[in-house]
């Protein structure tokens, strides 16, 4: 039998980012990207029962059976917390736990631009975080909470499926929400925010129609929120945003959201060279009246040129940002071609000509 508790243990000591089980096989970890088998049993239908039961409890086990899906937040004895999601597939047991840093991560440490830093001043509207699963947004969101927490005296609350990163009060005072304990949904605890005298509101994720419309709402009445999204830059989210709605409503949320929108920050984490360890490469949209005008006009298709010659605002494309990472030696070359959106224009940038050029536009 395997004690998870003991399992997570050892990935912390391991160091991994991420623990997987499946039936038929023992725990894998990731490390640095790559998966690692475990030293522990092969896991079968009775242990994978048992180790969501352990976590969750026979009440919520019941739940998890019929939805077949289920989010919650565990820790161990060190004080080391984890995300985890459990499920099904192919009608068995699986299970995912995501490590939760310990401390709130400093902005600084995180290599992100110092735009992102800056954003935390703003005194109202939306800043979405977007990325795929896994490329950091909790983390870069935990952060920005961080500078608020040490540079403001302000009310915050937060929304989280589940709850990741846990705040204490420093100047401001934190309100941390869990989805499914503290309040049904998204929308549900949205819904009732507004009642609660925030300051600024924190949304996990713009995951369906009436969550999106309640946190643009929340922008709009005059409060900073900072939520996520899983897209991959900064027009396919003003996209994605925009579709989520009927079509009939789509004019008026183009209007709205030209309003309400001030940041867009897209992140993917790369494999470090240097060092052990992952570093975030970003794009990065800030909402000047080009950018309003595009959204409201529906010319969206011209936010990546508005990107590219926005860079003395602060403004910068992914593959401005893997170039960066690259020179600076903390990602691999082939990699950073690998995965631009622009491969050949990125191998001019990484030449000897273009190195001059991106040191050039770096020091604007």
């Not at 870069?140 to 040490?150: F, K, P, Q, W």
């Not at 309400?260 to 000047?288: H, N, W, Y």
Request: charged fraction near 25%; hydrophobic fraction near 40%.
């Amino acid at each position: 039998m395997i004690e998870y508790k003991i399992m997570l243990a050892k990935a912390i000591e391991s160091e991994a980012s991420d623990v997987h089980i499946n039936i038929g096989m023992p725990p894998v970890m990731r490390i640095n990207t790559e998966l690692v088998v475990m030293d522990l049993p092969i896991v079968d239908d009775e242990i994978a029962k048992k180790l969501v039961e352990d976590m969750i409890g026979e009440k919520k086990f019941t739940r998890f059976e019929q939805e077949r899906d289920i989010d919650f937040s565990t820790w161990i004895e060190d004080g080391s917390r984890f995300r985890v999601n459990a499920h099904y597939q192919r009608d068995s047991i699986a299970i995912s736990f995501r490590v939760i840093a310990s401390q709130i991560p400093v902005i600084d440490d995180l290599h992100l631009p110092d735009i992102v830093a800056e954003l935390t001043d703003l005194p109202r509207g939306l800043v979405v975080v977007t990325g795929h699963t896994g490329s950091g947004k909790s983390t870069t969101l935990a952060a920005m909470i961080g500078v608020i927490n040490e540079k403001f005296k302000k009310r915050v609350i937060t929304l989280e499926d589940p709850v990741e990163y846990a705040f204490e009060n420093v100047n401001c005072m934190i309100e941390q929400r869990e989805i499914g304990s503290d309040c049904l949904d998204f929308a549900s605890g949205l819904r009732h925010v507004l009642r609660q005298d925030p300051d600024i509101i924190l949304v996990g994720e713009m995951r369906d129609l009436e969550t999106t419309s309640s946190t643009i709402t929340a922008a709009e009445t005059g409060h900073l929120v900072l939520s996520t999204l899983h897209t991959v830059n900064a027009s396919q989210t003003v996209e994605r945003i925009i579709d989520i709605y009927p079509a009939n409503q789509q004019n008026q949320i183009r209007a709205m959201l030209s309003n309400t929108l001030q940041a867009v920050i897209s992140q993917t984490l790369f494999k470090r060279i240097d060092q052990p360890g992952m570093v975030p490469c970003t794009e990065i949209l800030l909402c000047t009246s080009a950018v309003r005008n595009c959204i409201r006009e529906n010319r969206v298709y011209e936010i990546p040129n508005v990107i590219e010659t926005s860079r003395r605002m602060g403004m910068q494309s992914m593959d401005h940002s893997i170039a960066d990472m690259c020179l600076k030696g903390y990602i691999d070359r082939d990699e950073a071609i690998l995965r631009s959106t622009n491969p050949s224009k990125l191998d001019k940038l990484l030449s000897p000509a273009g190195k001059v050029q991106v040191a050039i536009n770096g020091s604007n």
